[in-house]
DNA sequence: AACGGATGCAACCGCATGTCC
DNA sequence: GGGACATGCGGTTGCATCCGT
């Protein structure tokens, strides 16, 4: 016996959602919470599959989204992660808050790989492509590689460099479950885990340092690269959803350009997170 | 102004994994 | 232990928009 569909495919409405559909799936979710996806579509009253619903939430309708574009600091990020992790957008994603599996896939795929590629790197091994004109045919010693650092065809990524900057993957994705479990015991989203991420940012990582060195651009960290903390611990809880007011509420389905910043998680930064931001914040433009 | 190709992103699909009975 | 089911994940697709001609 064959498994039964995620959800009779008649009459199942398919395509972009509609702002009053959103408004369902909203008001449902706010009213109880997250659970048994499945039953959702029936219960909010939406011609949609459940599957559907989860995604509409997890990648669109959820508060604690950031809009727009990732930050370079965020680009860098998924970069030194995917040196890791390879295409394991959930695992980049969980590292970044506010941004989604399905965004950092789009955004590497569209907008990263190109840039990559560009500068001379393969996306998929983060290892430098070999350049015709470097010429000989001869593979370059690395230390001679190490010496023309800068000049893109010769960009080396030692494997040392981005492996051990901090962890291993398993490393990395234990910590990754220990925590989000226990995000209801973190009062700060400055954790042990966020200094890994820190160090992710090495310096001496050649992507890196080679990126920072080819974008002019402005300060990485502004005001809008928040991360949700408290509020987003509760959102996760369905017991202490946060709530929306209807001016929030409305807004939302008016615009849906919204962030953390529009539900009052602004603000939520200790002095040891606002220390790590001013961490990123010059060790960039010490490049 | 109109057309067509390129681009970006939301959404879908199918498989994998976890959980429950 | 194994089947049924729910959920998560990554690859892919479809479509709206942009941009050059």
Redesign the pocket.
Known sequence: ????P?CD?LG??????TADE?KKLINFILTNG???????PKLAGLR?????C???W???LRPDLK?G?LSDAEEKMVIDLHAR??????????RLPGR????I???W???IK?KLLKMGIDPVTHEPLIKEENSLDQPIPESDQNKNNGHQQVVVVPESTSVTAVATSSELDNSSTSSSSSSSENSSCITDESKLILDTLNENDPVLSYLLEANDTPPLIDSSWELPVKGFDNINNNNNMTSWDDESFNWLLDCQDFGIHDFGFDNCFNDVELEVFNTIYDMENKQ
């Open positions: 016996m064959g498994r039964q995620c495919k199942v409405k398919k395509g972009p959602w959103d997250q659970c048994c996806w499945r039953a959702v949609r599959c459940g599957k559907s989860r995604l509409r997890t990648n669109y809009r574009l992790l390879g295409n394991r957008w959930s695992k980049i994603a969980a989604t599996d399905n965004e896939k789009n955004h795929n569209t907008h190109k």
